[in-house]
């Protein structure tokens, strides 16, 4: 079991944009083509946050930027690279240590062992794999941070919860709070139940609710 079989994310393709550096124009051209395609994508691409990815795409995506924008590896190389990589592995770019001389990658293969280069056979310099799973943690972390403008701000989009009102940068919507204070949850308690959340958020929440049912 690799050290990314325990992590269970789920990212947009706008966050994993923001994780590895590549456009939304290239991430949507190389599902299209088949040379990457997300893991929990929704078979219909059209629909809104149909490429849904996986955090070990995330990583594989990750390293694919490294080696072409690092190692100026060409796009029509990688694509022959990951056609002989898929043979030892579904999800080569994250499953496989990957080593790097001038512009060929290298790779361990599983059932020998051994060092070789998946088009030519040079041997290569390492690529930290698990400095880019620990840098991917790390960024993915910040990015589920909710900034601090986002305290205490109630907002709806239509792909949050059913369009519901949300506390900004969660998907906690004001009716649950309103529904644990009317339960009797102190405000503690209900903080126990969101970790994330801070009193100026179950206070704006309330006063949210309070507002709606008197405009009601």
């Known amino acids: 079991m690799t050290d990314t079989d325990n ?11 923001e994780l590895t550096g590549l456009s939304n124009h290239q991430l949507r051209y190389w599902d299209n083509t088949g040379f990457f395609s997300p893991k929990l994508a929704h078979e219909i691409r059209r629909a809104p946050f ?36 898929k043979k030892h592995d579904s999800a080569p770019w994250s499953g496989l240590k990957l080593y790097v001389v001038g512009k060929e990658v290298h790779f361990r293969e599983p059932r020998t062992g051994q060092m070789r280069e998946a088009l030519s056979g040079q041997y290569v310099e390492k690529i930290l794999l698990q400095n880019i799973i620990d840098d991917v943690k790390e960024a993915s972390r910040k990015l589920m941070q909710r900034k601090p403008e986002q305290i205490g701000r109630i907002e709806r989009h239509r792909f949050v919860a059913h369009n519901a009102w949300t506390l900004a940068g969660t998907r906690v919507p004001t009716k649950a709070i309103r529904e644990f204070h009317d339960a009797g949850y102190s405000i503690k308690q209900i903080i126990a139940e969101y970790p994330n959340l801070t009193v100026r958020d179950i206070e704006a929440a309330l006063e949210h609710e309070e507002a709606l049912a008197e405009s009601a």
Do not use: C, N, W
């Open 7 to 17: 992590v269970i994310h789920a990212f947009t393709a706008d966050q994993v944009k």
């Open 50 to 85: 149909s490429r849904i990815y996986s955090f070990r795409d995330v990583v594989g995506l990750r390293v694919i930027s490294i080696l072409r924008k690092s190692h100026q590896i060409p796009l029509q190389t990688l694509r022959k690279v990951a056609k002989e990589l």
